[in-house]
């Protein structure tokens, strides 16, 4: 028996549609776990590598209430970090369609994303560009 998983295909994005992630609380267990795979491990125990939110950021992004992009191809990212994070900070991802271009197989869309703290200010930012399936016809 095969399980056919729910996705958002080209012509289910809209654009300017806006996305908001459940939040999290970053702890030392997220901090301790990140520098052991990636070696990127900061003197002051209660700084959060700049690279943990936005892998944080990705998680909570299959938790919202959108079935995830028929994503073909991953084509680019920017990303900034605005301000160092510390254990003991909440945060949440907010996503808007910012451009949709329909191609011939699928469509490429561009995401702009903002990482958001329990000040309600914006500690990261960046955009996401995705080649994304048509719905099978």
């Given at each position: 028996m095969t399980t056919v998983m729910a996705v958002t295909y080209f012509e289910d994005t809209a654009l300017d549609h806006v996305v908001t992630s459940p939040a999290i609380t970053l702890t030392a267990a997220h901090v301790s776990l990140y520098s052991g795979l990636t070696g990127d491990a900061r003197d002051d125990p209660t700084l959060v590598p700049d690279g943990l939110p936005i892998c944080i950021s990705t998680g909570l992004g299959w938790r919202v209430d959108r079935p995830p992009l028929a994503v073909m191809a991953f084509m680019s990212m920017e990303w900034q970090p605005i301000r160092?994070?510390?254990?003991?900070?909440?945060?949440?991802?907010h996503s808007r369609v910012a451009t949709r271009r329909a191609?011939?197989?699928?469509?490429?869309?561009?995401?702009?994303?903002?990482?958001i703290d329990q000040r309600g200010e914006v500690v990261a930012r960046g955009r996401f560009t995705f080649l994304v399936a048509r719905r099978p016809v």
């Open positions: 160092t994070l510390r254990v003991g900070d909440t945060i949440y991802g191609m011939r197989e699928g469509g490429v869309v561009i995401e702009e994303h903002e990482l």
